[in-house]
DNA sequence: ATAGACTTTTAGCCGACACTAAAAAATAAT
DNA sequence: ATTATTTTTTAGTGTCGGCTAAAAGTCTAT
């Protein structure tokens, strides 16, 4: 089996999921943004992924991961997301903390380790921002999941993830009293503004913007 | 504060425990043959950790580390035994499969992590194989310990630790039924060749030689 | 259809860390 | 004390992954 450095490991995650999120090719700079890298490096890595045939590279056009990048970049990501599960439930890190220490904990090699973990935090399938976490065949189950503004009034839900996961936004939700797992319901929805007000854990009552609410996913 | 990349975190590390060990400077081959690189890398290696002040270095004679080295590799030393104990005790890794997987994880940089992990672990002294965790400020607190051969007749105590780790001898031990944490009784020497009976846990009782033995530390 | 803007690649450099081959120093043996 | 042996260091190479500067390719707007 050909081996990835963990440099190459963290491109090809970055740029699995650019393709998850867009649906298409995936560009240099899109890459090298990601990756707070220059251009000039990314195109080097292009060139070496295109050789070792985990993505499809043709110059000046972009890269596709191929189905056997797509194996490997899974596996980085179910062991970030095992990670992360770990260091939220088991360790007590708040959410906006895990990134930067899941991002060196899911470099280490070692199968069985990872098995172990998984079995350990008794086979998650969500980590702590409500992402699933891939099976040790890549399989990923995901849920049905909306964003609180597009949630009828009345309509109940949990939130599950957010789509904006800066350290900012998660400390706002913090601080109103929203937090991944929270079950919620949706009480009204003002016309004018689109701004929504929720009920939390059937106990607190909290307003958002209609900004806000399009951040926050909820499994329905 | 300087940093250390991961190679000289290890090297550094290499030569806390020679030098601890046999008191002494410490030689090129020694570091080479422990590190498993060629004597030529090791010397380069002296030059940048002498730059960096861990080390003193004087060319041809050797090595001693300083105050300063001693804190960082006894850093590294804390990260490797508390993720040690983690394997162990969480995760169920037996005693033989853990180096190679902890040797990884110790170079995860978080300060975070390794208070958290500690605290988890509920502030373990001492790692599976009975070795010494250093606290925060590295400090190391240690006990007392005998190999088993110079306990006397009806002496007890705790099995702690063992100076042979290699996998064959690990491997050993836990097949005949002892095991780091065993409570043993030594019930008879023989004089001859100096073998042993000793019973385990007060309820199995086990033959060794004097060489198996004297691998084994007790804590009395 | 061509100029200018933007994107991407190439070329060349650097630091970290391994290696080999050969030189230099220290140590052991006669 | 000189030679032989062993240890250690230097010199030069290679790979990995970043960088800058400059060239090349693509896209856009007139």
Redesign the pocket.
């Known amino acids: 089996m050909m081996q990835l450095?963990?440099?190459?490991e963290n491109y090809l995650k970055a740029i699995y999921q650019l393709s998850e999120a867009g649906k298409k090719g995936v560009?240099?700079?899109d890459i090298s943004a990601e990756m707070?890298?220059?251009?000039?490096?990314?195109?080097?890595?292009?060139?070496?992924l295109g050789e070792k045939e985990v993505i499809e590279?043709r110059?000046?056009y972009?890269v596709h991961i191929t189905e056997e990048g797509k194996k490997f970049a899974l596996r980085t990501i179910r062991k970030q997301r095992l990670w992360e599960v770990f260091l939220v439930e088991k360790l007590r890190f708040a959410w906006d903390e895990v990134a930067e220490v899941a991002d060196e904990l899911e470099h280490v090699q070692s199968t069985i380790l990872i098995q172990r973990l998984d079995e350990y935090l008794g086979f998650p399938k969500f980590d702590p921002h409500g992402d699933p976490i891939p099976d040790e065949y890549g399989d990923v189950r995901s849920r049905p999941r909306l964003p609180i503004n597009e949630i009828d009034i009345n309509g109940t839900g949990q939130i599950v993830a957010v789509k904006d996961s800066s350290a900012a936004f998660l400390r706002y939700l913090d601080k109103v009293g929203a937090y991944i797992g929270a079950r919620i319901k949706v009480l009204e929805k003002v016309e004018f503004d689109g701004s929504i007000e929720i009920l939390v854990d059937n106990k607190k009552t909290i307003f958002m913007s209609k900004d806000v609410a399009a951040n926050i996913l909820v499994m329905v």
Do not use: F, I, Q
Request: overall charge positive; proline content about 4%.
């Open positions: 450095t963990h440099a190459e560009s240099t700079n707070k890298t220059k251009p000039a490096s990314v195109s080097d890595m292009l060139r070496k590279y110059k000046y972009g």
